[in-house]
T-cell receptor
Framework: NAGVTQTPKFQVLKTGQSMTLQCAQD?????MYWYRQDPGMGLRLIYY???????DKGEVPNGYNVSRLNKREFSLRLESAAPSQTSVYFC?????????FGPGTRLTVL | AQSVTQLDSHVSVSEGTPVLLRCNYS??????LFWYVQHPNKGLQLLLK??????LVKGINGFEAEFKKSETSFHLTKPSAHMSDAAEYFC?????????????FGSGTQLTVLP
């Protein structure tokens, strides 16, 4: 099992550009999550999907959209990137109350 | 609403000495509590979790944590630090909100292990 995988690992964007971060899990988990990690702030929840076909906002959803493509895949889209979205993005999936994290995508917006 | 406070942003210990990373939490319900570790430029790895069974929880790599409801604490300990323990540690509380479990993270404690 690969667990939770994320692509790309690194990305540099210019202000106003768009991009999609991809996440996939092979553990047959129902719930998936997107977080951002900024220095000194732990992880903050952007969006989550409790099951295929549903998505809900987390703590910091502004400027992002998500798609739960199927049970395995959960993507995060930045429509018009801003420097404030420079961060490390983590995807996670869960069974019961335990979440398993991907390796992260380091995004820089210039 | 739930919250987590990690009382030290940085902890420095010598190799072979005990480790104590402190965490206090606030939750309206009976929470699940976790410790995750993050090594540089890596994802988060689950160290251990508490889910209302035994109050002393043993995790991987010799770490353990004790749930103390009266003190609303969930401190992480290890008897003897190893150089490979140098990393950032996150205390996390989980509660049900809406249709899925949501995690609230502490701000992290950076552990340095000195030779």
């Amino acid at each position: 099992n690969a667990g939770v995988t994320q692509t790309p690992k690194f990305q540099v964007l210019k202000t106003g550009q768009s991009m999609t971060l991809q996440c996939a899990q092979d553990m047959n988990h129902n719930s998936m999550y997107w977080y951002r990690q900024d220095p000194g702030m732990g992880l903050r929840l952007i969006y989550y999907s409790a099951s295929e076909g549903t998505t809900d906002k987390g703590e910091v959803p502004n400027g992002y959209n998500v798609s739960r493509l199927n049970k395995r895949e959960f993507s995060l889209r930045l429509e018009s990137a801003a420097p404030s979205q420079t961060s490390v993005y983590f995807c996670a999936s869960s069974v019961s109350d335990t979440q398993y994290f991907g390796p992260g995508t380091r995004l820089t917006v210039l | 609403a739930q919250s987590v406070t990690q009382l030290d942003s940085h902890v420095s210990v010598s190799e072979g000495t005990p480790v104590l990373l402190r965490c206090n939490y606030s939750s309206s319900y009976s929470p699940s509590l976790f410790w995750y570790v993050q090594h540089p430029n890596k994802g988060l790895q689950l160290l251990l979790k508490y889910t209302s069974a035994a109050t002393l929880v043993k995790g991987i790599n010799g770490f353990e944590a004790e749930f103390k409801k009266s003190e609303t604490s969930f401190h992480l300990t290890k008897p003897s630090a190893h150089m490979s323990d140098a990393a950032e540690y996150f205390c996390v509380v989980s509660d049900r909100a809406g249709s899925a479990r949501q995690l609230t993270f502490g701000s992290g404690t950076q552990l340095t292990v000195l030779p």
